[in-house]
């Protein structure tokens, strides 16, 4: 394969003129982008001492894509066939849970040959929308009709040498081929045949002959019939009369579609063989000197003719030549008039004795795809066909597959598949447009292991629409709605890993943007732990940076995650644990916030009881409960539970005094702007007063407010 | 496939008042952060389909020599850079809600030019690896609260130009059936087993391989590469998907680029030399170019390598080769390395 070239455009020096760019000390650097197939291109200095150069001129990075990417009615193709190659995937993976035989059944190869004709049927929808001369909304077309046809001739031969209807595999092929060749090398051109028909003596003209050979050749029947009509005016007598019994033999040459046994048609092709030979010794007949009009030898031309309804190879070979007809031509013709019971197993054979007299055009891909196909050789088709079009290898290889006809010696655990090998270079190319990520994920995960690794990287990077700048809704709204595209996408093609990976990115997402309710909730959705640690952490950073309003207001959003949360392991529990102190916790400065005093006491003395508070927040939740403790109306905590609370004060006290004053106060220091231990301490010999007046008024107050001790 | 292909690349303006040293995209390729000889730091957004309206980019300023190279790290760490320079630094920068860019850390115990700076892959954890002038490695490993520990050992003597991570899962281990392979299909590389290795490129010629030891503590030197007959540019080890062996890249002032593969875990490392004769003597190329390549032996590049890059599947690999020229090479079924398509500034 030769090297592609790309230059980039604008130059970033005059061709010729790289040397005075070296010179200078400047050589071109590259970096692969993950996001498609592109680089991004740069000058960067060969001298790397630290020279301090400074250029005044621009200092550009370019973005070059090594593959053309998609565009304009080229999208489109992509999109509408990945749609067929899914449903031919939906039954190669139903065709698993079946027996493996049945992949060569009836069944299996006509719903194949039933996919493979809508891939050329949609082709040639493409090519007649590429073919119309209109203006185009999205852009110039990106390849020509031209380029569409071929794939049109290529795959619909595909479909006529490889996939018969069932049950016909051993019929004849000749006339499907013929009908092939009509339909896409369209000769003779019917300008011509209607300058002809407007002539009253279409013989004097130099393209007669050749015309009603081309006619009979190609079995057009109507054609041929029409100009020998116009024959019985010659003015010869000899060729009226040959005319004449030509007529009704070209007329009623057995077609096999008229025939519902084939031992008929063999029957009746032989006895009109017997006609024809009959034509050949009339012709003898005709003297030498009146096979001449005033124009031409006409017999010799009607020799040929009567040559090729004989059916001799030679005859058809030599006025396809003359004719600029190439090796598909006589190939064709040669399945009706040399041999019309030639079978699609011989016609290889065929096929090689043809092309070795007239071989195809090398400088024509679709010419040498057309001849590897009908000599029986796929790979070889393959290998043009990625040289035409990665979409045509690719779509090619995937049905060739499963019809067995690619090498299937298994390959080395390591190595891609024929088939895989195809298809994944045509993702590869797909990628060029990030925006088709479904699509090449899609063709990706067809391919093994190493096709699911290569679409598991694309997957992971789809963009989560960080930046608001790229979506109208709100950045939560757009991150929850591509996190569940991937989500889905994930599901179908089952990799949880990627889906984990995603979540995971996202809930830091999430984080920067302060919105932890999201954040929290794929945490628990990647059952990552620690992470989900860490956001509760930042969560309780509110607190401490913003005050308890703040901090309430966010942690609300993180409340509903603890319904939906399910947890086995001891670490889980933990992170879990967090979790729960965090909501509970922002619920108790919710009650504060609500006068809702007696459920804020009850609650903070929970957290204590239930170990749920971590030591680090113990003295922040002691500060917190001085306004309670100092509530007039009413006694808010039982003597049991204030009791719980002089523990914990004493643990802190005494800890502190032992050097492990860290542990535990580093939160109630934090929020303490500019403070240090001692100050913390300080704050906790206000918890200490106001126990000390609590239990004072439990003893003297007992006319107040009674909590019935828990 | 059309032989000439002109990319319609609508260039980026940096507006770096200096030559640019290197240019990285970012996790999604929807960044780009550049460095360059005038100090700075600088990101750009690259927005889809209209590269030229980007927002004109942040520039991080604080070192004091240029800049060589930036690296993106995982964004499930949060969006974060680091940078080396010749001023023998390694910054860390982090983008945050409100702040913008801001330096959050600073690396200082190498003694010389830091030339180049790497994220180990996601799994293993905030890591970063460094190669200085000074002739040694540091590896950093950042903890929660943005601290880190750092080691820091001899890695070539006169000086390490490069480094690269291994991916973090060995190749074959997913296809190669486990003992205990009762692991869904679905569970991924997040399941098995994760090394902590990377490469090393030096002035002494030679490529290292570096292995941490979870009972030791530390990082060994697991293997010597030896094939370049002059300084070792850069190395890039491929990524792993899902390919069967473990492929490195290095890029020398011999003017060569050598392909290292090894088809297991106790296999030896195996080199190959890219062959630019076969594929640069295409007419295209310019009469200066064609003469270039007539003079220089097989095996060989015009000119020194200064850069090998894989691409994201781990199937193309991008030279930049002091002549002017990227080259995109690709392995052929036959494992023949092929240029594929060249790119002319």
Same mark, same amino acid.
């Given at each position: ?48 001492s ?12 370019y ?6 990417i998609p ?16 449903m031919?995937?939906?039954?190669l ?17 006509e ?10 049927n ?12 209109m ?24 479909v006529?040498?490889?996939l ?20 896409h090398f369209?000769?003779?051109?019917t ?16 393209e ?8 009979t050749?190609?079995g ?6 029409f ?18 019994s030509i007529?009704?033999?070209v ?17 009746a ?20 000197d009146?096979?001449?009009d ?7 031309s009607?020799?040929?003719i ?7 190879s030679?005859v ?14 006589v190939?064709?013709a ?6 019309? *019971?030639l ?16 071989p195809?055009?090398?400088t ?9 196909l ?18 045509l ?28 090998e195809?298809?994944?270079?045509y ?14 994920i ?6 093994g292991d ?23 809704g ?6 929850a ?13 089952? *990799? ?6 995603v979540?995971?990115i996202?809930?830091?997402?999430c ?29 309780l950073?509110?607190?401490i ?17 603890l319904q ?17 102190f965090?909501?509970?916790?922002s619920?108790?400065h ?16 929970t957290l204590?009881?239930?170990?749920i ?10 500060c ?7 509530y007039?109306?009413?006694l808010?905590?039982s003597t ?26 580093s ?24 126990l ?7 003893t003297?107050?007992?006319?107040k ?6 | ?6 990319s ?14 290197d ?12 460095c360059?000889? @005038?100090?700075?730091v ?13 927002t ?13 190279q ?61 190669? &200085?002038s000074?002739?040694?490695? &540091?590896?950093?490993?950042f ?5 880190w520990?750092?080691?820091i ?18 190749p ?23 090394i902590?290795?990377f ?31 002059d ?14 062996? &473990? ?5 020398s002032? @011999?003017?060569t680029?050598l392909?290292w593969?090894k ?11 890219l ?36 691409s ?9 080769c002091? @002549?002017?020229k ?9 494992g ?10």
């Amino acid at each position: 394969m030769g090297a592609q070239h790309i230059n980039l455009v604008p130059p970033q020096v005059e061709s010729g003129h790289f040397d005075e760019l070296l010179q200078a000390g400047q050589t071109i650097s590259a970096t692969t982008s993950p996001f498609d197939n592109s680089l991004a291109v740069f000058l960067s200095p060969t001298n790397i001492s630290g020279s301090n150069s400074s250029s005044n001129q621009e200092e550009p990075v370019y973005f070059a894509s090594y593959d053309v990417i998609p565009s304009s009615e080229r999208r489109l193709f992509i999109a509408d066939t990945q749609v067929i190659f899914s449903m031919f995937h939906d039954m190669l993976e139903a065709a698993k849970t079946r027996e493996p035989s049945w992949l060569q059944s009836s069944e299996a190869l006509e719903l194949m040959r039933k996919f493979s004709v809508d891939y050329v049927n949609f082709i040639k929808e493409c090519w007649i929308h590429a073919s119309q001369p209109m203006a185009r909304a999205d852009g110039p077309l990106q390849f020509s009709a031209d380029h569409y046809r071929s794939l049109y001739s290529c795959f619909s031969l595909f479909v006529v040498l490889y996939l018969p209807e069932p049950g016909y595999e051993d019929a004849p092929v000749g006339e499907e081929l013929m009908e092939w060749l009509n339909i896409h090398f369209i000769e003779p051109s019917t300008e011509e045949g209607d300058h002809l028909s407007s002539l009253d003596k279409p013989w004097e003209d130099v393209e007669f002959w050749p015309y009603l050979k081309r006619v009979t050749l190609r079995g057009l029947t109507k054609a041929s019939l029409f100009f020998f009509n116009t024959l019985l005016q010659h003015p010869s007598e000899d060729l009226q009369d040959l005319a004449k019994s030509i007529i009704p033999v070209v007329e009623n040459q057995p077609r096999l579609q008229n025939f519902s046994a084939e031992r008929d048609f063999a029957f009746a092709s032989r006895r009109w063989k017997d006609k024809v030979k009959a034509i050949r010794i009339e012709m003898d007949r005709v003297p030498e000197d009146c096979r001449f009009d005033e124009f031409e030898n006409w017999w010799d031309s009607l020799s040929d003719i009567v040559g090729i309804l004989e059916g001799r190879s030679s005859v058809i070979q030599r006025v396809c030549e003359d004719l600029g007809a190439d090796w598909k031509e006589v190939c064709a013709a040669w399945g009706i008039f040399v041999d019309s *019971r030639l079978r699609r197993q011989d016609l290889v054979d065929v096929a090689a004795e043809v092309l070795e007299n007239m071989p195809p055009d090398p400088t024509n891909l679709e010419d040498m795809i057309h001849s590897a196909l009908f000599l029986g050789k796929p790979e070889q088709a393959l290998r043009h066909a990625s040289q035409l079009d990665t979409w045509l290898s690719a779509h090619f290889a995937d049905v060739m597959e499963p019809l067995g006809l690619l090498e299937s010696d298994e390959p080395a655990e390591s190595e891609l598949s024929k088939r895989d090998e195809y298809v994944l270079s045509y993702a590869e190319y797909l990628h060029s447009d990030p925006t088709q990520w479904k699509i090449t994920i899609a063709y990706m995960y067809s391919c093994g292991d190493i096709g699911r690794e290569r679409a598991d990287e694309i997957l992971v990077r789809v963009p989560l629409k960080l930046h608001p700048s790229e979506t109208s809704g709100t950045p939560e709204e757009a991150i929850a709605q591509a996190v569940k595209e991937i989500s889905e996408v994930c599901f179908n093609h089952q *990799r949880e890993a990627v889906r984990r990976t995603v979540c995971r990115i996202a809930a830091q997402s999430c984080v920067r943007q302060k919105e932890y309710g999201l954040a929290v909730s794929y945490c628990i959705s990647a059952e990552d732990w620690v992470s989900l640690g860490r956001v509760i952490d930042s969560i309780l950073e509110e607190y401490i940076k913003n005050g308890a309003a703040d901090f309430a207001k966010q942690a609300s959003k993180i409340a509903p995650s603890l319904q939906d949360i399910q947890f086995d392991s001891a670490t889980e529990a933990i992170f879990v644990h967090r979790l729960i102190f965090a909501v509970r916790y922002s619920q108790i400065h919710r009650y504060k916030l609500e006068k809702d005093y007696v459920s804020a006491a009850s609650d903070i003395v929970t957290l204590f009881r239930e170990e749920i508070a971590p030591k680090s927040w113990w003295p922040v939740l002691l500060c917190d409960s001085v306004e309670l403790l100092q509530y007039g109306p009413a006694l808010l905590f039982s003597t049991s539970d204030a009791a719980e609370l002089l523990k914990k004060l004493e643990e802190i006290s005494i800890r502190a005094s032992q050097g492990s004053g860290d542990d535990y106060l580093s939160v109630l220091v934090r929020t303490i702007k500019g403070g240090g231990e001692k100050d913390a301490l300080e704050r906790l010999k206000v918890v200490r007063l106001a126990l000390a007046r609590y239990f004072a008024r439990c003893t003297v107050g007992s006319n107040k407010l009674a909590i019935p001790s828990s | 496939m059309a032989p000439a292909t002109v990319s319609d690349s609508v260039p980026i303006e940096t507006a770096h008042e200096d030559m640019i040293h290197d240019a990285q995209l970012d996790y999604y390729g929807k960044r780009l952060a550049t460095c360059s000889s @005038d100090r700075n730091v600088k990101v750009f957004d690259v927005l889809e389909g209209d590269a030229q309206k980007t927002t004109g980019g942040h520039t991080l300023k604080g070192h004091t020599g240029p800049v060589w190279q930036v690296a993106w790290a995982h964004p499930k760490f949060g969006h974060i850079l680091a940078s080396c320079s010749y001023d023998g630094k390694v910054l860390i920068w982090k983008e945050q809600q409100g702040q913008g860019w801001t330096k959050v850390g600073e690396h200082t115990l190498h003694t010389a030019s830091v030339n180049s700076v790497s994220w180990a892959p996601h799994e293993l954890g905030a890591m970063l690896a460094c190669a &200085s002038s000074d002739g040694k490695i &540091s590896v950093l490993t950042f903890k929660d609260d943005g601290s880190w520990t750092a080691d820091i050992f001899n890695g070539h003597a006169i000086g390490c130009n490069a480094v690269s991570w291994a991916p973090a899962v060995i190749p074959g281990s997913l296809i190669t059936p486990q003992s205990q392979s009762q692991t869904a299909p679905s569970q991924g590389p997040n399941q098995t087993s994760s090394i902590k290795r990377f490469a090393s490129a030096g002035c002494d010629n030679l490529v290292k391989i570096w292995g941490y030891r979870e009972d030791s503590q530390s990082w060994v030197e697991e293997e010597t590469l030896e094939g370049h007959t002059d300084w070792v540019r850069d190395v890039a080890w491929a990524p792993n998907i899902g390919l069967p062996r &473990s492929y490195i890249a290095t890029a020398s002032q @011999d003017k060569t680029v050598l392909i290292w593969t090894k088809e297991s875990a106790t296999a030896p490392w195996v080199k190959t030399a890219l062959d630019p004769s076969s594929a640069l003597a295409s007419p295209v190329a310019g009469a200066t170019m064609a003469s270039a390549v007539a003079n220089a032996p097989a095996g060989k590049f015009p000119d020194v390598v200064w850069r090998v890059s894989w691409s994201l599947a781990g199937n193309l690999l991008a030279v930049s080769c002091g @002549d002017g020229k990227v080259t995109l090479w690709k392995e052929n079924l036959k494992g023949v390395w092929e240029c594929v398509s060249d790119m002319n500034s």
